[in-house]
């Protein structure tokens, strides 16, 4: 079974600090998925890593994907109060491409 | 655009009753899934259709039915409500560049 553990659960910051997500399975996964969820609302995509040691970038929010494709991280520049929201991963492995997510990170940012 | 259309969005239900969570997409995806959602778990696959006709399990599967007679829609049964089964659902499609939409959710509350 492929499992993903998301590292920290909860994270409480201040306003213009910055912070990590980490994401890590001992499984590979073709690609990894990062989302965001806000209250109330379903997750919706941030991004897509799929080549080994990729880095994207999304303004402010920077994601690598390991380079033996078996962890992903999350790092926020000066996280802003829009920030805060359940913040997941997602990897995608195997013939039917079925996603297996972390449990989630949940992060406030406080002014 | 309608995307992922989810009822109902609340659902109280007796232990033992029965019901169906509605799901359909306008956006001619072939992938479907049904997830559960609960506190400290993340997203968990119940069950999941790679295209009209065609079914499987995800990783919660039991006390869960689904079918897929049209692409449109995928309907999640409850066969008999336990309160094990009060929990946040999510349907999902997957579009052929693997981003997932999902819907709204419901919220399903079991007494």
């Known amino acids: 079974t492929q499992l993903l553990e998301q590292s920290p659960q909860f994270l409480s910051i201040q306003e213009g600090e910055n912070l990590t997500v980490y994401c890590n399975s001992s499984s590979v996964f073709s690609s990894l998925q990062w989302y965001r969820q806000e209250p109330g609302e379903g997750p919706v995509l941030l991004v897509t890593?799929?080549?080994?040691?990729e880095v994207k970038k999304l303004k402010r929010l920077t994601f690598q994907f390991g380079d033996a494709r078996k962890d992903s991280s999350l790092h926020i520049t000066a996280a802003q109060t829009g920030d805060t929201g359940l913040y997941l991963c997602?990897?995608?492995?195997?013939?039917?491409?079925?996603?297996?997510f972390g449990q989630g990170t949940t992060l406030q940012v406080k002014p | 655009n309608a995307g992922v259309t989810q009822t109902p969005k609340f659902q109280v239900l007796k232990t033992g009753q029965s019901m169906t969570l509605q799901c359909a997409q306008d956006m001619n995806h072939e992938y479907m899934s049904w997830y559960r959602q609960d506190p400290g778990m993340g997203l968990r696959l119940i069950h999941y259709s790679v295209g009209a006709g065609i079914t499987d399990q995800g990783e919660v599967p039991n006390g869960y039915n689904v079918s897929r007679s049209t692409t449109e829609d995928f309907p999640l049964r409850l066969l008999s409500a336990a309160p094990s089964q009060t929990s946040v659902y999510f349907c999902?499609?997957?579009?052929?560049?693997?981003?997932?939409?999902f819907g709204e959710g419901s919220w399903l509350t079991v007494v």
């Open positions: 999902a499609s997957r579009s052929s560049g693997n981003t997932i939409y």
């Open positions: 890593v799929v080549t080994g040691g």
């Open positions: 997602a990897g995608a492995g195997g013939n039917t491409g079925k996603l297996i």
